[in-house]
T-cell receptor, first 112, second 113 residues
Framework: EPEVTQTPSHQVTQMGQEVILRCVPISNHLYFYWYRQILGQKVEFLVSFYNNEISEKSEIFDDQFSVERPDGSNFTLKIRSTKLEDSAMYFC??????????FGPGTRLLVL | GQQLNQSPQSMFIQEGEDVSMNCTSSSIFNTWLWYKQDPGEGPVLLIALYKAGELTSNGRLTAQFGITRKDSFLNISASIPSDVGIYFCAGRNYTGGGNKLTFGTGTQLKVEL
C-alpha cells in the first residue's frame, strides 16, 4: 500500500541553524501538507501546498518557514533559523482529489 | 480559531469492553475524521465522515457525524490490547478553510488485559 515517507526520522540542531525536513508524498497525490505536534499536545496545521504554491498557511508558519517541491517526488519544509520552541514532531501529509489526508511517520526535531 | 474538544481526555478500560469517545467543536465542519496515533508515529486514518447524520463502521469501530455538524463520536467495540493509543478527531472545511485539518485534543486509551 502506498505511503508517505519522511526523512530524517530524528534531527538534532543548534538554535539558529537551518534545517530541511524531507517528505515523499504518495505518488499520485497533488495536495501536500505540513503539520507539527509539540510533545504531548495536539497536531497543528502549518501549511498546505497545491499546484506549486502555498494554498493556505497558519499563524505558526511565519517568515522563518518555507516549503518547496524541488522535483516530482519530494516536498520539503525549511526552517531558516531554528528556535528552541520549534522542537516538535513534524508530519507531512498528502491527499488526492477526494481530500482524505494520509500522514507520514514524522520527523522529530530537537533544537538545543 | 476553531477549537475541537475531546472527551474523555484519557480512559483506562478492561479488554473486551466497549469504548466511547466524542468530539465537540465551537464551529461547523463539513467533514469529520478520526485518526489513531501510536507513540512516535504519525496519525493513521480510521474513519472519514462526509454528511451530517452519517454513521459509518470500520470493523469494530463506528463513528457518527453529528446532525449539528459540530460534533462526532467514535465507538470501539470489544476492545483489544492493540487498541491502545491516542485517538484524535479532526474537522475539515472546504469553504473558507481550504483543506486543512483542525485536530482535537485527543483521547488516550489504555487497555488492561
Amino acid at each position: 500500500e502506498p505511503e508517505v515517507t519522511q526523512t530524517p526520522s530524528h534531527q538534532v540542531t543548534q538554535m539558529g541553524q537551518e534545517v530541511i525536513l524531507r517528505c515523499v508524498p504518495i505518488s499520485n497525490h497533488l495536495y501536500f501538507y505540513w503539520y507539527r505536534q509539540i510533545l504531548g499536545q495536539k497536531v497543528e496545521f502549518l501549511v498546505s501546498f497545491y499546484n506549486n504554491e502555498i494554498s493556505e498557511k497558519s499563524e505558526i508558519f511565519d517568515d522563518q518557514f518555507s516549503v518547496e517541491r524541488p522535483d516530482g517526488s519530494n516536498f520539503t519544509l525549511k526552517i531558516r533559523s531554528t528556535k528552541l520552541e520549534d522542537s516538535a514532531m513534524y508530519f507531512c501529509a498528502s491527499s488526492g482529489p477526494g481530500g482524505t489526508q494520509y500522514f507520514g511517520p514524522g520527523t522529530r526535531l530537537l533544537v538545543l | 480559531g476553531q477549537q475541537l474538544n475531546q472527551s474523555p481526555q484519557s480512559m483506562f478500560i478492561q479488554e473486551g469492553e466497549d469504548v466511547s469517545m466524542n468530539c465537540t467543536s465551537s464551529s461547523i465542519f463539513n467533514t469529520w475524521l478520526w485518526y489513531k496515533q501510536d507513540p512516535g508515529e504519525g496519525p493513521v486514518l480510521l474513519i472519514a465522515l462526509y454528511k451530517a447524520g452519517e454513521l459509518t463502521s470500520n470493523g469494530r469501530l463506528t463513528a457518527q457525524f453529528g446532525i449539528t455538524r459540530k460534533d462526532s463520536f467514535l465507538n470501539i467495540s470489544a476492545s483489544i490490547p492493540s487498541d491502545v493509543g491516542i485517538y484524535f478527531c479532526a474537522g475539515r472545511n472546504y469553504t473558507g478553510g481550504g483543506n486543512k485539518l483542525t485536530f482535537g485534543t485527543g483521547t488516550q486509551l489504555k487497555v488492561e488485559l
